[in-house]
């Protein structure tokens, strides 16, 4: 089973050790941005995947409203 944890200052230096693999190791570079936008930005939420049986995060997800609508 897949297990959302919200981000916090007690854990978010897990994205860091988020191993996307040799194919995908060029989109975690992206987890440090939507991490900082989300300290600056309440609309975006961020969490951390974990397999129900893994002390480790296996992913990271950032969501919300980036942009006002005027900006779109």
Do not use: C
């Not at 897949?2 to 992206?30: M, R, T």
């Amino acid at each position: 089973m897949i297990v959302f944890k919200s981000l916090n200052a007690d854990n978010a230096e897990l994205i860091h050790q988020i191993y996307p693999g040799q194919e995908g190791k060029f989109w975690v570079d992206f987890n440090w941005y939507w991490l900082e936008v989300s300290k600056r930005r309440k609309e975006i939420s961020t969490q951390l995947i974990y397999l129900e049986k893994l002390d480790q995060p296996i992913g990271f997800t950032a969501y919300g409203q980036h942009y006002s609508d005027r900006q779109l």
